[in-house]
């Protein structure tokens, strides 16, 4: 890979030059585009989901916006707005969200503050839990849930199909066949465009395969947790994108991978860019299938994420870290 030395303060410089002082809160339904130059999330590549949809790699996940604990309407709903239309300002085109963020909040800021979406914009939404209270994530597979969680969501993005509908994890309650097979069903009738899963293992994702189209898996992956090498081996295999939840470890520092994370944090310190940076250029060099989703509910922060994009990490760095 090549090398290129960047610190903290030009990777920022970069994304906002691209960017300019694009105003954010006219029409709620009209991001203002950059005056020209690349936007930064293209620095990262593309990816194209299902064979059909092009999107930049690096994404944005929408699941902070909502209010604290993923419940409720956030501080400051303008602000949301903004977030999200900045995102779309910085080049991406891919916002992942779910009903079950707020729930129904994040799916319905999108609608406020993006629709009508611009050209290329791909929505990525998720059912299969749902939120009886602020600390709970329940998981239902039913096909009769599935079915009312994907009409709702079209109905809050007012959407007519939803580009990429995910099934958000597997209901040990339920056959799996039978939530793959809502999920192809709603496919059939014009719902949804493509098909992904979320949180599931390798045998379940050679399930589900095996009854409808698979475009992307959403699990959890970063320096300290990569329990899901296999189905990321998987999906590089076969063309299938890997969409990265909780991008940098956390609970993992006393794990085994503990000198992976101490490696990544030096290189992070030598280059001048925060761990956060560091860990999303790893991911993105990890694999060409990979398509992070860092979310955030700060727009300082969503472009030091899409700044991101830019950075390369070199091949002694990335053996370091192993």
């Known amino acids: 890979m090549e090398h290129a030395t960047i610190t903290r303060r030009q990777v920022l410089k970069a994304g906002a030059a691209a960017l300019g002082m694009a ?3 006219g029409a709620p339904g009209r991001a203002r585009a950059a005056e020209g130059g690349p936007r930064p999330a293209a620095a990262a590549g593309t990816f194209v989901l299902g064979g059909d949809l092009p999107v930049s790699r690096m994404g944005f996940g929408a699941m902070r916006v909502t209010g604290p604990g993923i419940w409720g309407e956030p501080a400051d709903p303008a602000g949301a707005r903004k977030l999200l239309r900045r995102a779309v300002d910085l080049g991406v085109t891919l916002i992942d969200t779910a009903d079950a963020y707020g729930p129904e909040v994040s799916e319905r800021l999108i609608q406020e503050a993006l629709h009508p979406y611009p050209p290329g914009l791909v929505i990525a939404t998720k059912g299969g839990l749902t939120r009886p209270g602020p600390e709970r994530w329940d998981r239902d597979g039913r096909p009769e849930h ?5 009409e709702g969501s ?3 993005l007012r959407r007519e199909r939803i580009d990429l509908y995910q099934l958000h994890a597997p209901d040990p309650k339920v056959p799996l066949a039978d ?3 809502e999920l192809a069903r709603l496919q059939r009738e014009g719902k949804i465009r493509h098909v992904g899963v979320s949180n599931f293992g390798l045998d379940e994702l050679r399930l589900a395969r095996g009854i409808v189209k698979v475009v992307s898996v959403q699990n959890r992956y970063n320096v300290g947790d ?3 090498e296999d189905v990321l081996r998987a999906c590089a295999a076969d063309g299938i994108a890997f969409l990265p939840w909780a991008p940098l470890a956390g609970r993992e ?3 085994a991978r503990s000198g992976s994370i101490e490696a990544l944090g030096r290189i992070a310190r030598s280059r001048g860019v925060s761990e956060i940076q ?3 250029a790893w991911l993105l060099a990890r694999s060409p299938v990979m398509l992070p989703i860092p979310g955030t509910s700060s727009v300082a922060h969503l472009e030091e994420n899409v700044a991101a ?3 390369r990490l070199t091949p002694d760095e990335l053996a370091r870290i192993g």
Do not use: F
């Open 23 to 25: 105003a954010l809160e």
């Open 154 to 156: 079209l109905r809050r």
């Open 253 to 255: 520092r006393e794990a």
């Open 179 to 181: 939530s793959m097979g």
């Open 226 to 228: 990569r329990r899901s």
């Open 278 to 280: 560091a860990a999303l």
């Open 309 to 311: 994009a830019a950075l």
């Open 146 to 150: 599935l079915r009312r969680a994907c």
